[in-house]
């Protein structure tokens, strides 16, 4: 929480943001979210085929008008919840059944509206509430979310977490899940997070760790996504943000890069993995030894 609030205040330090970068960080991101939020749940679209589908509107052989239909649903939901944002629209009923809407559009018959009967989750412990209770649940759950004056990124994993387990949906739940939490996160100036279907194992682990109380994995999970996204977005900027590979960063210190790589898996230096490299950037680097250098 302190490193993300401190990179926030580096975001903050530099708005307005150059509009075309973020434009083009918008774009990536849509298409990261879409792909892995899609991945989590099963779809079979490579990225590069996402983006195809996304983009240029393409077909790809091979593969099914369902997955065709997540991804260009998941993609306008994600431009939708931009526009949100930026006229800060809090998340309320009328958001999270358009919201379901538009990801379910064309593949459920009842694509924005609560479920009519009660289902079980394979693998979970708990059992999702009966259908007659989703309503009065749902609005509860609302309400005390906005009623929180809580940190963005509490607010954003309470209402995750509960949004699951609540399951008001036949289907797509993780997917409304997901694009309201970046709703609560983007409304107040963060960026938006990706989870990563590399990490649907802990993942769905911390989110049955969150059903018996111990919410802690599941807010770390979702706070090292924010900190990496912050950490994309302040690295347009260059100089002592800009992303480098751990291998060069390590050249000017006493660690090598296997070891900041262990770091970095841990969460204690912030960084990212772009393909299958670690990068991180000099600031971080300096915060790390100056905290854990002795």
Do not use: C
């Not at 973020?22 to 983006?51: F, P, W």
């Not at 369902?66 to 629209?89: D, P, S, Y």
């Amino acid at each position: 929480m302190e490193r993300i609030d401190r990179k926030k205040r580096i975001l903050d330090s530099k708005r307005p943001l150059p509009k075309d970068a973020v434009n083009r960080l918008q774009e990536d991101m849509r298409l990261l979210h879409t792909y892995h939020s899609n991945a989590i749940e099963g779809n079979t679209l490579t990225l590069q085929e996402t983006k195809l589908v996304v983009e240029e509107g393409i077909t790809i052989g091979g593969k099914s008008l369902k997955e065709h239909l997540e991804a260009t649903g998941n993609a306008m939901a994600f431009e939708r919840i931009v526009e949100l944002a930026k006229a800060r629209k809090k998340v309320d009923l009328v958001v999270v059944l358009e919201l379901h809407e538009i990801v379910s559009r064309g593949l459920l018959k009842d694509a924005g509206r609560y479920r009519t009967q009660n289902i079980r989750i394979v693998g979970a412990k708990a059992r999702p509430p009966d259908f007659s209770k989703v309503p009065a649940l749902m609005d509860e759950l609302l309400k005390e979310v906005s009623r929180m004056k809580s940190h963005p990124l509490v607010k954003a994993v309470h209402l995750h977490h509960k949004l699951v387990a609540i399951h008001p949906f036949s289907d797509g739940n993780g997917r409304v899940a997901r694009l309201v939490s970046n709703l609560i996160l983007m409304r107040s100036g963060y960026p938006p997070v990706v989870l990563k279907k590399e990490e649907r194992k802990k993942y769905y682990n911390s989110l049955r760790k969150a059903d018996s109380k111990n919410l802690g994995p599941f807010g770390n999970f979702v706070a090292r996504a924010l900190d990496e996204s912050l950490t994309i977005y302040i690295s347009i900027f260059g100089g002592e943000d800009e992303l480098l590979p751990l291998s060069e960063l390590a050249k000017d210190t006493s660690y090598s890069q296997e070891y900041l790589s262990l770091r970095a898996r841990q969460g204690v230096l912030s960084a990212v993995k772009m393909g299958r490299t670690w990068h991180s950037t000099k600031r971080s680097l300096k915060e790390y030894i100056e905290r854990y250098g002795r």
